[in-house]
């Protein structure tokens, strides 16, 4: 097992999109009111005093969609800021990246991921459930300012579900060629979505690569990022692609993070919620932070190696959040 020092931080599990995998359709969301959530002060506590003196050096911001979070340049900053963060980076839709990628970046953020499931708006829109308005146009404007800023790597993360955007496999991985992005393929996990996975199936990483090989070639690529992508690139291409095959190739092995959601759950993995630690009301019930290191270095000793593909089949309604409100 590697070395676990890598927190995935939820900051809302509210999102203006419904991507179907993420959200299934149907689903009644409850969300969470404003104050059960963890307050940046009480994110700030637990960082500073729990989690970076276990080793904990490398943080991602996620949500729901983080944007929607009030103040989150300021928190960007005070996280930025700690000497011992070696690593900051955020997920979102980019839908309000068009005026925020600027500030994020001055607040010091230089790292970013984009979910980003099709070129074509009419898929697009039909992927995020957009509920009638397109959103595709403001999204790519979004990219765009993101990387005209200067955030580096830029990486797009795609899922692709079969008989909806596997048609645009060669025009996604193409991006890479002119442009320094980092197209990130995703395979599909259904947690909770057991419908929506029977309707449209997971394409295996190497179906997807055998298919980008054959048009473009494909090599392995010398740039490695923190996560669980196998990296290659397009010869002479500018970018990378990356595959990451949680259904295929379990790298359960290979994994470095922790994930706290936005009211406070710490749990081990995406698929373990019988370990998880309720840190916002330990820390609101005045529970000494030496004991919730104690609470959180025993609760990374309950990380274990589970094949997705093998855990998540036949599983419907065992979860009892959806991709968004865990903070996937």
Known sequence: MNKIDYLRISLIDRCNFRCHYCVPEGTKL???????????????????????????????????????????????????????????????????????????????????????????????????????????????????????????????????????????????????????????????????????????AWIPSAELRQNISQKFGLIESSIKGNGPADVFKIPGAKGTLGFISQMSECFCDKCNRIRLSADGWLRPCLLNETGEINLKDALRNGVDCDRLKEQVRNLLLLKEEINFKERDMGTDGVYGRTMSQIGG
């Open 30 to 200: 409850d969300y969470i009111l404003q104050q059960q959530l963890l307050s940046y002060e009480e994110l700030l506590t637990l960082l500073k005093e729990v989690f970076i003196p276990l080793g904990f050096t490398k943080f991602r911001l996620t949500g729901g969609e983080p944007l929607l979070r009030p103040g989150i340049i300021d928190f960007v900053r005070e996280v930025a800021a700690l000497p011992q963060c070696s690593d900051l980076a955020m997920t979102t839709n980019g839908f309000l990246l068009d005026k925020l990628a600027s500030p994020l970046f001055d607040a010091g953020l230089r790292r970013i991921n984009i979910s980003l499931d099709s070129l074509n708006p009419e898929i697009f829109d039909k992927m995020i459930g957009n509920g009638g308005k397109s959103r595709w146009q403001q999204t790519w404007q979004g990219i765009q300012t993101a990387y005209e800023v200067g955030f580096n790597p830029l990486k797009l993360n795609v899922v692709i579900l079969r008989g909806l955007n596997d048609s645009e496999i060669l025009d996604l991985a193409a991006l890479t060629i002119e442009r320094n992005w980092h197209v990130r393929f995703i395979e599909f996990m259904p947690i909770g979505n057991n419908k929506l996975f029977d309707e449209c």
